[in-house]
């Protein structure tokens, strides 16, 4: 399978600090995605890093992607309150995206 | 500009019964993908269209799921003899197209299917 997992599956953090999530998968990628998903609706594309990229960058968000290790992970500095969410990595084959089952993020006022 | 736009929002139907699903997606992308997504898992994929063809259903759980996208923009997925397991929240997502950079997928809000 080629599904993203993502790791942890919870995290909690106060306004201010950063939040790291990791993504692992298990066979070669063209591209991976991460999103953000409020309240069970309505997934939100983050960013889309290709294999041949290492990192990129937007605004808060830093994704990484290590393909001999067949990882990737996203960074979100100084964090908010309005950051809580589910965040899902997906790779992207052959029109298809496969999605893990997500970190849930908790940012505490 | 207007996103992907999902109706309904919310669906509850009886176990047996017919549904339709309907995906308008972003006008001028010529890639749709549905997904379903159960209660604490990520999306899982069901069908994309390249235009008016399918181009991968191999996510389709069996004979009772069907999609189309006749003048290749709007799409419905239609369930019959649906099953309380069919119950989930359903999302579309459209993309400029399948390569490189067209490829980002833009998901709708869902749909939320309750089979009771």
């Known amino acids: 399978s080629q599904q993203g997992e993502e790791d942890p599956q919870a995290l909690s953090i106060q306004e201010g600090e950063n939040a790291t999530m990791n993504c692992s998968y298990k066979?070669?990628?063209?591209?991976l995605q991460w999103y953000r998903q409020n309240s069970g609706r309505g997934l939100v594309h983050l960013i889309l890093?290709?294999?041949?990229?290492r990192e990129k960058h937007s605004g808060r968000l830093r994704v990484t992607l290590d393909t001999s290790k067949k990882s990737s992970s996203l960074l979100i500095t100084a964090s908010r309150a309005a950051d809580t969410a589910s965040y899902f990595c997906?790779?992207?084959?052959?029109?298809?995206?496969?999605f893990g089952d997500g970190t849930t993020l908790t940012v505490k006022p | 500009g207007a996103g992907v736009s999902q109706t309904p929002s919310n669906k509850v139907t009886e176990k047996g019964k017919y549904v339709e699903l309907r995906c308008d997606p972003i006008?001028?992308?010529?890639?749709l993908y549905w997904y379903r997504q159960s209660l604490g898992q990520g999306p899982e994929f069901l069908i994309y269209?390249?235009?008016?063809?399918?181009?991968?259903d191999s996510g389709l759980p069996n004979d009772r799921f069907f999609a189309v996208r006749p003048e290749g923009s709007v799409s419905t997925l239609k369930i019959q003899r649906t099953e309380r397991g069919d119950s989930a929240v359903y999302l579309c997502?459209?993309?400029?197209?399948?390569?490189?950079?067209?490829?980002?997928?833009?998901f709708g809000p869902g749909t939320r299917l309750t089979v009771l």
């Open positions: 997502a459209s993309s400029l197209g399948l390569g490189p950079p067209t490829d980002t997928q833009y």
């Open positions: 066979t070669s990628i063209n591209n």
């Open positions: 890093i290709r294999s041949n990229e």
């Open positions: 997906a790779i992207l084959n052959a029109g298809k995206s496969t």
């Open positions: 006008s001028g992308h010529t890639a």
């Open positions: 269209f390249q235009g008016t063809g399918a181009a991968d």
